[in-house]
C-alpha cells in the first residue's frame, strides 16, 4: 500500500469522524434551543389571547360605567367626530372618575364625572345616579398649550402611541386606569393597572396624577 493511499485513508477517517461530531453536537445543542422557541411561541400566543381577552372585557366596562355616569360610550359613539380624550380610573368596587377632554387648540373643554365622595366606594340603587357630578372645569393651570404638549410628549395623541403591558393580568376587584382618543372614525384605547411595571403604563399614571394638579379634581390614581 502505498504512502499516498493510506494518507488518503487516514483523511477519509478523520472527515468522517469531524463529521459525525460536529453533526452529534449540532443536534445536542440545537434541540433544546428549537424546543425552547416552540414553548416561548406558545406562551406568546397564549398571551396574545389573553391580552385579546382582556381587551374586549375592557370594552364592556366602559361601556358598562359610561352608562352609569350617563355619556354615550367613545367607542360607539358615531355621532361625535372628536377630537375626544377620556382619562378614566375605575372598574374596581369603586365609582368610576372620568375627564373628558374635547376640541382641538382655541376651542378646549374640560369636563369631569364622577361623584361628591371622588373615589368613594360603588353606592347601590336609584339614589346612586344621584351623586354622580359633571362639572365643567376651567383651563388647565398652566394653560392649555403646555398641558396639550404634555399629554402628546407621553403618548396621548391620536393614535395612541402606547403599548399595553403584557405582563399584567387584570383582577376584577382592583381599580384600572383607561385612556380613550377618538378623532374621526379613528378610535383607540390602552389601560393599565394604578401600579404599572412598563414604561408607558407610568406615563397613563404621571398623566392622570397631572390632570389632578392641573384641574384640582380627584381621580384616585
Same mark, same amino acid.
Given at each position: 500500500?502505498?504512502?499516498?493511499?493510506?494518507?488518503?485513508?487516514?483523511?477519509?477517517?478523520?472527515?468522517?469522524?469531524?463529521?459525525?461530531?460536529?453533526?452529534?453536537?449540532?443536534?445536542?445543542?440545537?434541540? *433544546?434551543?428549537?424546543?425552547?422557541?416552540?414553548?416561548? /411561541? @406558545?406562551?406568546?400566543?397564549?398571551?396574545?389571547?389573553?391580552?385579546?381577552?382582556?381587551?374586549?372585557?375592557?370594552?364592556?366596562?366602559? @361601556?358598562? /360605567?359610561?352608562?352609569?355616569?350617563?355619556?354615550?360610550?367613545?367607542?360607539?359613539?358615531?355621532?361625535? *367626530?372628536?377630537?375626544?380624550?377620556?382619562?378614566?380610573?375605575?372598574?374596581?368596587?369603586?365609582? *368610576?372618575?372620568?375627564?373628558?377632554?374635547?376640541?382641538?387648540?382655541?376651542?378646549?373643554?374640560?369636563?369631569?364625572?364622577?361623584?361628591? /365622595?371622588?373615589?368613594?366606594?360603588?353606592?347601590?340603587?336609584?339614589?346612586?345616579?344621584?351623586?354622580?357630578?359633571?362639572?365643567?372645569?376651567?383651563?388647565?393651570?398652566?394653560?392649555?398649550?403646555?398641558?396639550?404638549?404634555?399629554?402628546?410628549?407621553?403618548?396621548?395623541?391620536?393614535?395612541? @402611541?402606547?403599548?399595553?403591558?403584557? /405582563?399584567?393580568?387584570?383582577?376584577?376587584?382592583?381599580?384600572?386606569?383607561?385612556?380613550?382618543?377618538?378623532?374621526?372614525?379613528?378610535?383607540?384605547?390602552?389601560?393599565?393597572?394604578?401600579? *404599572?411595571?412598563?414604561?408607558?403604563?407610568? @406615563?397613563?399614571?404621571?398623566?392622570?396624577?397631572?390632570?389632578?394638579?392641573?384641574?384640582?379634581?380627584?381621580?384616585?390614581?
Amino acid at each position: 500500500m502505498s504512502t499516498n493511499t493510506i494518507s488518503a485513508m487516514i483523511l477519509s477517517f478523520l472527515c468522517g469522524s469531524f463529521w459525525i461530531t460536529t453533526n452529534a453536537a449540532t443536534e445536542f445543542n440545537f434541540q *433544546p434551543l428549537v424546543l425552547r422557541a416552540v414553548q416561548q /411561541e @406558545k406562551e406568546s400566543l397564549k398571551r396574545e389571547s389573553q391580552l385579546s381577552s382582556q381587551l374586549d372585557e375592557m370594552q364592556r366596562d366602559i @361601556k358598562r /360605567e359610561s352608562a352609569k355616569l350617563r355619556i354615550q360610550s367613545l367607542k360607539e359613539d358615531s355621532a361625535n *367626530p372628536g377630537p375626544e380624550t377620556r382619562i378614566w380610573v375605575g372598574f374596581g368596587l369603586f365609582y *368610576p372618575r372620568c375627564l373628558i377632554l374635547k376640541g382641538a387648540a382655541g376651542r378646549r373643554t374640560a369636563v369631569y364625572l364622577g361623584t361628591n /365622595e371622588g373615589a368613594g366606594p360603588a353606592a347601590k340603587g336609584a339614589k346612586s345616579r344621584d351623586l354622580i357630578t359633571h362639572t365643567v372645569l376651567n383651563a388647565p393651570t398652566s394653560g392649555w398649550d403646555k398641558f396639550d404638549r404634555f399629554l402628546i410628549d407621553q403618548g396621548i395623541d391620536s393614535p395612541l @402611541k402606547l403599548s399595553l403591558d403584557n /405582563e399584567h393580568v387584570v383582577d376584577p376587584d382592583e381599580e384600572s386606569i383607561v385612556v380613550e382618543i377618538k378623532s374621526g372614525t379613528h378610535y383607540s384605547m390602552v389601560f393599565f393597572s394604578l401600579f *404599572p411595571r412598563n414604561a408607558d403604563g407610568r @406615563k397613563v399614571v404621571a398623566v392622570c396624577r397631572m390632570v389632578e394638579r392641573e384641574f384640582s379634581v380627584i381621580m384616585g390614581c
